[in-house]
C-alpha cells in the first residue's frame, strides 16, 4: 500500500502489525512486514519506479488541479498524458 498521508501510513502499519500479531507472528516479523506492505509517498509519482503489478486497488482522489500544488501538478502533467485541461486527480489513475 501506498499512502500519501504520512499520519494515515503510520496508523495503517500500527494497525496491520496488530492484526498479524493477533494471528501469531512475532513482534519483530509484525513490524518488518508492516513496513515493507505500507509505505509513506505519492503513488502517482512512484509509479514508473515500482515493481510491476496486475492489479491496483484503490479509491482515487476527485481532487481539482487548483488545489495541488502548482510543481506537483507539472510533475503529474510530465507523467500521465492523460492531464489535461482542468483536469481532476483521479484521471491520472
Same mark, same amino acid.
Request: charged share 25%; no cysteine.
Given at each position: 500500500?501506498? +499512502?500519501?498521508?504520512?499520519? !494515515?501510513?503510520? &496508523?495503517?502499519? &500500527?494497525?496491520?502489525? @496488530?492484526?498479524? $500479531?493477533?494471528?501469531? =507472528?512475532?513482534?519483530?516479523? @509484525?513490524?518488518?512486514?508492516?513496513? !515493507?506492505?505500507?509505505?509513506? *509517498? /505519492?503513488?502517482?509519482? /512512484?509509479?514508473?519506479?515500482?515493481?510491476?503489478? /496486475?492489479?491496483?486497488?484503490?479509491?482515487?482522489? =476527485?481532487?481539482?488541479? +487548483? +488545489?495541488?500544488?502548482?510543481?506537483?501538478?507539472?510533475? =503529474? &502533467? $510530465?507523467? =500521465?498524458?492523460?492531464?489535461? *485541461? $482542468?483536469? /481532476?486527480?483521479?484521471?491520472?489513475?
Amino acid at each position: 500500500a501506498i +499512502e500519501l498521508d504520512s499520519s !494515515s501510513s503510520t &496508523r495503517a502499519r &500500527r494497525l496491520l502489525g @496488530s492484526l498479524l $500479531r493477533t494471528n501469531g =507472528y512475532d513482534d519483530a516479523t @509484525s513490524k518488518v512486514l508492516a513496513s !515493507s506492505w505500507v509505505q509513506t *509517498g /505519492d503513488f502517482l509519482l /512512484d509509479a514508473p519506479a515500482l515493481p510491476p503489478t /496486475d492489479f491496483v486497488i484503490g479509491n482515487p482522489p =476527485y481532487i481539482r488541479l +487548483e +488545489e495541488i500544488n502548482p510543481e506537483i501538478v507539472q510533475d =503529474y &502533467r $510530465r507523467q =500521465y498524458s492523460t492531464m489535461t *485541461g $482542468r483536469a /481532476d486527480l483521479y484521471v491520472a489513475f
